[in-house]
C-alpha cells in the first residue's frame, strides 16, 4: 500500500526543514547522512529516553519514599514508588498503538515531535511536583500520571532504528549495528547518576529532598529537545524514506498485527527476558537495597554504578563484535547461561561490603552488556516486511513489561521478606525463560544462526 498524500503532505514540512538543513540548503536525494551521522542519532535519542527512565528510577529509591509516602515506613514507601514504577511499562503499549494511529495519519516526524515533548514534558512536571505534605495523598496520584505520560510516550517514541540500522547493516555487520542503540542504556545511566551523585554530595539532606532532586528532571527536557532534532535528521535521510516506502518500516494495524505476528511477538518479548530481568537488578533494585538495609551512603553506590556503566558500554560493544563471529542467537544463549550462574552467588555480594557490592554491579553490567547488547537484533527481522515496524515495537514493549517493569518491586519484595537468595531465584527465572524461548522459535534460530 503506497503513502497518502495526505499523510506525506502532514510531515512532510518538519521532514524537508531537516532534509535542508542536512543538505547544506539543497533538497536532493544524493545529500543524504552518512551512516555514522545516523549512529550517533540513534544513540543521542535512546541516551535520552534512558536518561528520563533512570531519573525516575534513582528518584523512586532517594525522594518519592520521604516525598510522596512520608506516612509509611521507608520500605513500603519505596514499595509503593516501585509500583508507580510500573505504570510506564503497563501504558508503554497503549502508547505504541495511539502514536501508530497518529504516525499513519500525520507521518514519523509529527509522531516523534509530540511523543519526545510528552515524555521530556512529564518527566519536567515531575520535577514541579509538590510533596505530600502540600497536597496530601494528590501528590501520588499527581506521580502516578505523570508515570504513565512517559509510559506512554515511550510507546510513541519508538521510530524502528533498531531495525533500520540492522537490516541496512553490511555483511556480517548486523550485530555490531544491533548492539548500537543498546549504548544508550548505560550512558543515560552514568548521566543521571552523576547528577544525583553531585547534588547529593555537595547538598544537605534537607536542601536535597526539598529542591536539589528536581534539577536532574529539569535537565531532561533540554536533553529531549537535542534528541528531537537528532531523530529529526535520521528521518531525512534517503535510507529511512526508501525503507519506508517500501513498507519495512511502515506501521500497520495493531489488531491485524496481533493476529498474524502473535507468537513471534510473544516469543520475541521472552528471548530478551534475561538481560530485561538482570537490567533493574543491577541498577535500580540494588540502590534500593543500600539505602533500606545497608549503613552505605547512597552517593558511594551512585558512583559505584558509574563505573559499572562504563564497564557496560564496553561490554555491548564486545556483544557486537561476538555476535558477527558466532551469531546472535549464540550470544544470547550463552550470556542467559551465564545470567543463571550469575543468579546463584551475586545478589548476597550486596551484603558484602564495598568489595561485594562493588563486583555485583562491574560483574552484572559485563553480563548485561552481553545480553542487552543484542536484545534488539532479536527482533528486527523476524516478521513479514509489511508489518515488521509495529511488531518490533509490540513485541519490545512486552519484553520490558514482562522482565523488567515489575523486577524492582519484586525483587525488593522477595529479598525483605526470604533474603537475598531469592533475588537470585527470581533472575534465574528469566534466564531460563530466555532459553526457553530460544529453543522453541526455530524460526527466529534459523535466521540468526
Known sequence: ?????????????????????????????????????????????????????????????????????PYVDALTGTMYSFALFALAFIARPIGTALFSVLDRRHGRSVRLTVALFLLGGSTIAVGFMPGYASIGTYAAVLLGLFRIGQGIALGGVWDGLPSLLSLNAP???????????????????????????????????????????????????????VALFARLRIVATPEFEEMFASRELQPSSIRETVRKEGRVILLGAFAPLASFAMFHLVTVYPLSWIVLFTQQAPVRFLVIEMIGACFGVLSILASGILADRVGRRTVL??????????????????????VGETIYTILGFILLGLAFGQSSGVIASQFTIARRYTASALTSDLAWLIGAGFAPLAALMLSSNFGLLSVGAYLLSGSVCTLGALYLNKEMGKRMS
Open 1 to 69: 500500500m503506497a503513502v497518502s498524500a495526505a499523510t506525506v503532505s502532514n510531515s512532510t514540512q518538519l521532514e524537508r526543514d531537516a532534509r535542508l538543513n542536512n543538505s547544506g540548503g539543497s533538497d536532493t536525494a544524493g545529500h543524504g547522512i552518512a551512516p555514522g551521522e545516523i549512529a550517533i542519532g540513534v544513540i543521542i535519542g535512546r541516551t535520552s529516553e534512558f536518561f528520563d527512565f533512570f531519573v525516575y528510577a534513582i528518584a523512586s529509591v532517594l525522594v518519592f519514599p520521604s516525598l510522596v509516602f
Open 171 to 225: 555483511e556480517g555487520k548486523r550485530g555490531w549495528y544491533a548492539m548500537i542503540p543498546q549504548l544508550g542504556a548505560p550512558i543515560g545511566l552514568f548521566v543521571a547518576a552523576s547528577l544525583f551523585a553531585f547534588f547529593l554530595a555537595t547538598l544537605t539532606t534537607g536542601d536535597f529532598l526539598d529542591w536539589g532532586w528536581r534539577y536532574p528532571f529539569f535537565v531532561a527536557f533540554a536533553i529531549n529537545v
Open 333 to 354: 544463549g550463552v550470556s542467559a547461561v551465564a545470567i543463571a550462574a550469575y543468579s546463584g552467588f551475586a545478589p548476597q555480594l550486596l551484603n558484602g561490603g564495598d
